[in-house]
Structures are given as structure tokens and as C-alpha cells.
């Protein structure tokens, strides 16, 4: 082979390398460069409702919940538009038979949160940037905030539905009824009335159900009579007669020489009590039919930690010339710790004033000296005490006269004006910063004669 020939193949053959991973690229990659169909809008659903609670006051329910404001994913804020609560009396079922068959009992709007301006300023990631107000007049409640709303069971919503669920088994049929001890009644399951809340996001999509809180639906107790209120020095004191449909224990106490009996079934408590504190010039809470609850409603709270089996109660937040006002409801209890309140008592309110007077001073004791008579006693422990009040008189009988005019803050006393040779009589008088001032007792009573 000569040289121009050999050139000309090696030539050819760099040529088809250069070509065929050209080609193989283009077989591999035919749709490199190239726009495919667009990507479907990412959808946020809001978390879900986390926290909910129930009590019923009477024939009112109120319902307390925290608004999402988190996505589920985690992100923030909530593609939210509004929450609504469902309520249920029966067997609900699955959510969504719940949601189905219940009562729709709110429907609230949730405010889009401010955003931040579009300023067209490029900022670092996570730097603040000044908020956005909402759209004007835009109506709703705020993401992360916590409102009550209320229901009123009338008739209707106090009887229970039939199980909805028809792909639950059926129950089997009542065994033959047997007779129980004779120990007072049951302890059984009673109706309630269930309530969920979900939330919808911008497109109608629905978030898990929150957890499902109930009431029961039996009859109020009837609420004790007017209570009786009165004040100490530091507290309130409140006591009420207990209704006349009260339930009592099974048995009384067991008294000493007594042994205590023991039922043989679980029996319903005692009815009990709750103190609640209430503002004489403040209306009571609207009760439903609004589509936004208003603005400060909570869900109400006894000031008593625990319900009192005892019809009385001491509050010690405790003030002169400040008012406080209270109402007592009856409390019943059934299984699961489930609990129905009566309606309020009557109003009772009082606004105490200080008309305790000091204790009186103790350990007087006088002693002579030249030109004058000194005086010592033991300070007293009121915090609101003004001070002491000198006397003195002529012993044996002679009247007493202040030496004071204004309540002096020392415990002793040095009084310059005795005469040399007149036995005199002291007494000291505490005195408060009441207005208008107690006076205490006189103190023990101290004899000298002057130099």
C-alpha cells in the first residue's frame, strides 16, 4: 500500500468516529432540548384541627378549637379557607357518615394571612420583611387563633340517631334481664352528642378530622339555690343549699364503730359543684346563629381546681373595695368522667370592706426617768397598719387623752410633758390605713410616776 493511500483510509475511519456518537446521542436523547407537558400545580391541604374541647353548661355546649396554621406537609402559612364543626347524637360512625348525617353546627371563615410586600428588594433567606395587611374589610378569624363557638341542645339534637354504619355488625339480641343488687343505680353508658371539626383549603379539599370530643345528652341537674357570700379579712366565703334533686352517695360515711360497706357494682358519684366568677355588667354570650363567634368568648372555667363535693367554697383573690360576683352550677358525672352542668345559680356579689380593726399592741411597759416617762411596746403584724396612738390618764380613774395627734410608726414613746411626782396611766392604740381608720382594743395598760 502506498503512503497517499494509507493517509486516506486513516482519514475515513477518524471521520466515522467523529460521526457515530453523534448519531448514538441523537437515538438516546431524542427529546434532549425539547418542552414536555406542563406539571400539575402543587396542592397544600391544612392540618388538621388539634386541639378541641367540650362543656356543657345547661342546654349550651361550647366548643373551643385552635385554627390550623400549617399545612400538613409542614409548611406555612395554611392553605385554609374555613373550619366547620359537625355534631352528632347517636352512633356516629366513620367520619364520613359523621360528616354526612350530622349537624353542621359553625361554618367559619378563615382571614388569608398578611403577606409580605412586593417591594421588588431582594433579601437574604429567612430575613424579615414588613407585613402586608389582609385584603379591606375581608371577614374571617386568623390562623393559629383559638375561638369558641356554642350550641344550644334543643329536643331535636338530644336524641340519638340510629347507627349509621351498616356494615357494623349487629348486636346480638339482650340476654334475659337479671335482676341487679339493690345498691342504687349503675353505673352505665349514656347518649352523647359527638363533634368533630375539619378545614378546606382554597380548592374544597378536606383535611383529616380533628379527634372527636362528646357530651352527654341527659338531663341537666337542677342548680343549687342562691349562695350565701360573705368576706373575711383575706377571702370570700360562699356556701349554698344543695338542690332538692341533689344525688347522694349510696351510703353516708362510715361513723366510728360502723364498718363500711362495699357495693358490688360501680354506682354513679355524688353530684358535685363549680364556682364560677361572672361580671355583673356584662352581658351573656349570644348562643349560635352567628357566623362569626365574638371576639374575647372562651370556653368557660370554674375557679375551683377541682369539682367540690362540699357546698361551700373560699376564694382568697381577695381586695377591699374591689367587687366580685359569683354563680355555683351542679355538676353530674357518668362514665368516662363525662360531666353535665346545671344552669347558674343566682348572682351573688359583694364589694368588702375593711372594717377589721387592728389586733390590739401588747408588752406596754413605762419606764421613769429624769424630765420624762419612756414608753416600749411590741409592733404589730398588720400590713396595712398606720400606726399607734398614745394615751394617757391620771391614775387611778382619770380620763384618758391622746398624747398623740397623728399615729406615730416607732413602738416607743417618750413623754416629756408628765409632771415630777403625778403617777400617770398609759394605754397604746393601733390604727390602720382603712378609710375611714379602725382602732384596735387598747393595748395592756402601763403605770409610772414622773420624776
Same mark, same amino acid.
Given at each position: 500500500m502506498n503512503l497517499g493511500a494509507y493517509h486516506h483510509r486513516r482519514r475515513g475511519v477518524r471521520r466515522a468516529l467523529c460521526v457515530v456518537p453523534l448519531a448514538l446521542?441523537?437515538?438516546?436523547?431524542?427529546?434532549?432540548?425539547k418542552k414536555g407537558p406542563p406539571l400539575a400545580p402543587l396542592v397544600r391541604v391544612p392540618q388538621r384541627v388539634e386541639q378541641l374541647a367540650a362543656r356543657r353548661l345547661? *342546654? $349550651?355546649?361550647?366548643? /373551643?378549637?385552635?385554627?390550623? %396554621?400549617?399545612?400538613?406537609d409542614g409548611s406555612s402559612p395554611a392553605d385554609i379557607v374555613r373550619v366547620e364543626i359537625y355534631g352528632h347524637t347517636g352512633d356516629p360512625g366513620s367520619t364520613a357518615n359523621f360528616l354526612k348525617n350530622g349537624?353542621? $353546627?359553625?361554618?367559619?371563615?378563615? &382571614?388569608r394571612p398578611p403577606e409580605p410586600p412586593s417591594d421588588g428588594k431582594a433579601r437574604a433567606p429567612g430575613a424579615d420583611r414588613p407585613a402586608?395587611?389582609?385584603?379591606?374589610? /375581608?371577614?374571617?378569624? %386568623?390562623?393559629? !387563633?383559638?375561638?369558641?363557638v356554642t350550641e344550644m341542645l334543643v329536643p331535636a339534637l338530644m336524641t340519638p340517631a340510629a347507627a349509621v354504619d351498616a356494615a357494623r355488625p349487629r348486636a346480638a339480641p339482650d340476654?334475659?334481664?337479671?335482676?341487679?343488687?339493690?345498691l342504687g343505680p349503675p353505673r352505665s353508658e349514656v347518649p352523647g352528642r359527638s363533634y368533630l371539626a375539619v378545614s378546606y383549603n382554597h380548592k374544597g379539599q &378536606? *383535611?383529616?378530622? !380533628? $379527634? &372527636?370530643?362528646?357530651?352527654?345528652?341527659?338531663a341537666a341537674p337542677q342548680p343549687p339555690a342562691a349562695p350565701l357570700l360573705s368576706y373575711t379579712e383575706s377571702r370570700f366565703v360562699l356556701s349554698w343549699q344543695p338542690p332538692a334533686a341533689v344525688r347522694h352517695l349510696v351510703q353516708a360515711p362510715a361513723a366510728a364503730g360502723v364498718l363500711p360497706s362495699v357495693p358490688y357494682v360501680d354506682v354513679l358519684p355524688a353530684s358535685s359543684y363549680n364556682v364560677y366568677e361572672v361580671d355583673r355588667g356584662k352581658p351573656l354570650p349570644p348562643v349560635a346563629g352567628t357566623a362569626l363567634p365574638p371576639p374575647g368568648l372562651r370556653l368557660p372555667a370554674p375557679i375551683n381546681e377541682q369539682p367540690l363535693a362540699a357546698a361551700a367554697f373560699e376564694d382568697p383573690r381577695f381586695a377591699f373595695g374591689v367587687e366580685r360576683c359569683y354563680v355555683v352550677r351542679t355538676v353530674d358525672t357518668f362514665g368516662r368522667g363525662q360531666a353535665v352542668e346545671s %344552669?347558674? *345559680?343566682?348572682?351573688a356579689c359583694a364589694t368588702p370592706r375593711d372594717t377589721f380593726p387592728p389586733a390590739a399592741p401588747t408588752g406596754l411597759q413605762a419606764v421613769a426617768g429624769e424630765g420624762?416617762? *419612756?414608753l416600749i411596746w411590741e409592733p404589730n403584724p398588720e400590713v396595712d397598719l398606720a400606726g399607734y396612738v398614745v394615751l394617757r390618764g391620771i391614775a387611778p380613774g382619770g380620763k384618758l387623752e391622746r398624747l398623740t395627734r397623728e399615729p406615730i410608726k416607732e413602738t416607743t414613746y417618750s413623754d416629756t410633758t408628765a409632771k415630777p411626782g403625778v403617777r400617770y396611766v398609759y394605754v397604746i392604740v393601733a390604727v390602720d390605713t382603712a378609710v375611714p381608720p379602725n382602732l384596735s382594743a387598747p393595748s395592756n395598760k402601763a403605770e409610772e410616776i414622773a420624776r
Amino acid at each position: 500500500m502506498n503512503l497517499g493511500a494509507y493517509h486516506h483510509r486513516r482519514r475515513g475511519v477518524r471521520r466515522a468516529l467523529c460521526v457515530v456518537p453523534l448519531a448514538l446521542l441523537q437515538t438516546l436523547l431524542p427529546g434532549c432540548g425539547k418542552k414536555g407537558p406542563p406539571l400539575a400545580p402543587l396542592v397544600r391541604v391544612p392540618q388538621r384541627v388539634e386541639q378541641l374541647a367540650a362543656r356543657r353548661l345547661g *342546654s $349550651v355546649v361550647y366548643l /373551643e378549637l385552635k385554627v390550623p %396554621d400549617t399545612n400538613q406537609d409542614g409548611s406555612s402559612p395554611a392553605d385554609i379557607v374555613r373550619v366547620e364543626i359537625y355534631g352528632h347524637t347517636g352512633d356516629p360512625g366513620s367520619t364520613a357518615n359523621f360528616l354526612k348525617n350530622g349537624t353542621l $353546627v359553625a361554618a367559619l371563615p378563615v &382571614r388569608r394571612p398578611p403577606e409580605p410586600p412586593s417591594d421588588g428588594k431582594a433579601r437574604a433567606p429567612g430575613a424579615d420583611r414588613p407585613a402586608k395587611p389582609a385584603a379591606p374589610g /375581608e371577614a374571617g378569624i %386568623d390562623q393559629g !387563633s383559638t375561638v369558641v363557638v356554642t350550641e344550644m341542645l334543643v329536643p331535636a339534637l338530644m336524641t340519638p340517631a340510629a347507627a349509621v354504619d351498616a356494615a357494623r355488625p349487629r348486636a346480638a339480641p339482650d340476654a334475659p334481664a337479671i335482676a341487679p343488687p339493690l345498691l342504687g343505680p349503675p353505673r352505665s353508658e349514656v347518649p352523647g352528642r359527638s363533634y368533630l371539626a375539619v378545614s378546606y383549603n382554597h380548592k374544597g379539599q &378536606r *383535611s383529616a378530622p !380533628s $379527634v &372527636r370530643v362528646m357530651v352527654p345528652v341527659v338531663a341537666a341537674p337542677q342548680p343549687p339555690a342562691a349562695p350565701l357570700l360573705s368576706y373575711t379579712e383575706s377571702r370570700f366565703v360562699l356556701s349554698w343549699q344543695p338542690p332538692a334533686a341533689v344525688r347522694h352517695l349510696v351510703q353516708a360515711p362510715a361513723a366510728a364503730g360502723v364498718l363500711p360497706s362495699v357495693p358490688y357494682v360501680d354506682v354513679l358519684p355524688a353530684s358535685s359543684y363549680n364556682v364560677y366568677e361572672v361580671d355583673r355588667g356584662k352581658p351573656l354570650p349570644p348562643v349560635a346563629g352567628t357566623a362569626l363567634p365574638p371576639p374575647g368568648l372562651r370556653l368557660p372555667a370554674p375557679i375551683n381546681e377541682q369539682p367540690l363535693a362540699a357546698a361551700a367554697f373560699e376564694d382568697p383573690r381577695f381586695a377591699f373595695g374591689v367587687e366580685r360576683c359569683y354563680v355555683v352550677r351542679t355538676v353530674d358525672t357518668f362514665g368516662r368522667g363525662q360531666a353535665v352542668e346545671s %344552669d347558674p *345559680s343566682v348572682v351573688a356579689c359583694a364589694t368588702p370592706r375593711d372594717t377589721f380593726p387592728p389586733a390590739a399592741p401588747t408588752g406596754l411597759q413605762a419606764v421613769a426617768g429624769e424630765g420624762a416617762i *419612756s414608753l416600749i411596746w411590741e409592733p404589730n403584724p398588720e400590713v396595712d397598719l398606720a400606726g399607734y396612738v398614745v394615751l394617757r390618764g391620771i391614775a387611778p380613774g382619770g380620763k384618758l387623752e391622746r398624747l398623740t395627734r397623728e399615729p406615730i410608726k416607732e413602738t416607743t414613746y417618750s413623754d416629756t410633758t408628765a409632771k415630777p411626782g403625778v403617777r400617770y396611766v398609759y394605754v397604746i392604740v393601733a390604727v390602720d390605713t382603712a378609710v375611714p381608720p379602725n382602732l384596735s382594743a387598747p393595748s395592756n395598760k402601763a403605770e409610772e410616776i414622773a420624776r
